[in-house]
């Protein structure tokens, strides 16, 4: 069935520091990919996706390529703010049946100032 | 605004009861969700509707129920069946089961 592995947390990193969070996955056919964040005792929130290789989903300065080679979709940020403290989360949805998504286990966030 | 509205927030449930909780939508979505997030986890789909007055078993559903009646609600019942509840229950839905999903703000359910 399709999976989706992240980079393992906690992440802690300076203010202005870079940022990648690395997402694979693994899924049939082609599916379409998601970055959800969570902020403390909050829901979840799309940050950004894409629906076919080699594209490029960005928001708020946070950028991911889907890339089909490699079964990757790694979350990056060039300059990381105390703000982006939170959980991120990397997801798939299917493109067969119910496309119903699957999520990643999770990384933690924190930037210290 | 539009949006998800989960209530309540916290929850507090004694061995062998049946608590519900609540979710609705004034999105106008066709689909809805609900997740189990435990500490650690990712996200475990328990339930899905893509459709009014129809549901889905999703990957752990075993100890839960749900219901369809009307398009902007979709309540979770967590049975005495469940044997371990406590988790944070969000609730998420999509226009249609291709379209991004959006969440609501959960409920921590605990047990007393």
């Known amino acids: 069935g399709n999976s989706v592995t992240q980079m393992e947390g906690p992440v802690t990193l300076s203010e202005e520091a870079f940022l990648t969070i690395n997402c694979t996955y693994t899924?049939?056919?082609?599916?379409?990919l998601f970055w959800y964040v969570q902020y403390p005792g909050e829901g979840l929130q799309l940050l950004l996706k894409?629906?076919?290789?080699?594209d490029k989903g960005s928001n708020k300065g946070f950028e991911a390529t889907y890339r089909k080679e490699t079964t990757s979709f790694h979350l990056e940020k060039g300059s990381v703010q105390v703000s982006d403290s939170a959980v991120y989360f990397c997801?798939?949805?299917?493109?067969?049946?119910?496309?119903?998504?699957?999520f990643g286990q999770g990384t933690r966030l924190t930037i210290n100032p | 605004d539009g949006g998800i509205t989960q209530s309540p927030k916290y929850l507090f449930r004694k061995e062998g009861q049946n608590v519900t909780l609540s979710c609705e939508q004034n999105?106008?979505?066709?689909?809805m969700y609900w997740y189990r997030q435990d500490p650690g986890q990712g996200l475990r789909l328990i339930y899905y509707?893509?459709?009014?007055?129809?549901?889905q078993k999703g990957d752990i559903a075993e100890g839960y129920s749900v219901s369809r009646e009307k398009k902007e609600s979709f309540p979770l019942t967590v049975t005495s069946a469940q044997k371990n509840p406590t988790a944070f229950y969000l609730c998420?839905?999509?226009?249609?089961?291709?379209?991004?999903?959006?969440f609501g703000d959960g409920t921590r359910l605990s047990i007393l």
């Open positions: 997801a798939l949805r299917g493109d067969q049946g119910a496309q119903k998504l699957v």
């Open positions: 899924a049939t056919g082609y599916p379409s």
């Open positions: 894409a629906t076919k290789a080699d």
């Open positions: 999105l106008n979505h066709d689909a």
């Open positions: 509707s893509q459709i009014v007055n129809d549901f």
């Open positions: 998420a839905s999509a226009a249609v089961s291709n379209q991004p999903q959006h």
